[in-house]
């Protein structure tokens, strides 16, 4: 089964630190970019980081920068995304993306990203 599963959200207080993982099975991640998105009640959904699927450059959205680190480990095809000093403010489901693309670029628009999408985990900041 072709799929992307997030885990590794959860409920954290206010400077706390998650660590989500983005896991693909039935194909593989190399050759895709990468992208973490979220969606808090009430709100669209937005990018947080991607990584592409060529070269070491990164992306965030302005809001987590310094804060998140998005990496990929492809022998285990896997993505994960570092949040650390979590605020209440990153409440929210937390999707990743995977986009074939052969780039040394990537986009955090949500139109950008067609190929897979996960169901999301969900991420609670509070006290």
């Known amino acids: 089964q072709v799929q992307l599963a997030e885990s590794g959200g959860g409920l954290v207080q206010p400077g706390g630190s998650l660590r989500l993982s983005c896991a693909a099975s039935g194909f593989t991640l190399a050759g895709y970019a990468i992208g973490w998105f979220r969606q808090a009640p009430g709100k669209e959904r937005e990018g947080v980081s991607c990584i592409p699927s060529l070269g070491k450059d990164t992306f965030y959205t302005d809001s987590v920068k310094g804060r998140f680190a998005i990496s990929r480990d492809n022998a285990k095809n896997t993505v994960y995304l570092q949040m650390n000093s979590l605020k209440p403010e990153d409440t929210a489901v937390y999707y990743c993306?995977?986009?074939?693309?052969?780039?040394?670029?990537?986009?955090?628009?949500?139109?950008?990203?067609?190929?897979?999408w996960g169901q999301g985990t969900p991420v609670t900041v509070s006290s």
């Open positions: 993306a995977a986009e074939r693309i052969n780039s040394y670029g990537c986009a955090l628009r949500v139109g950008f990203w067609h190929d897979r």
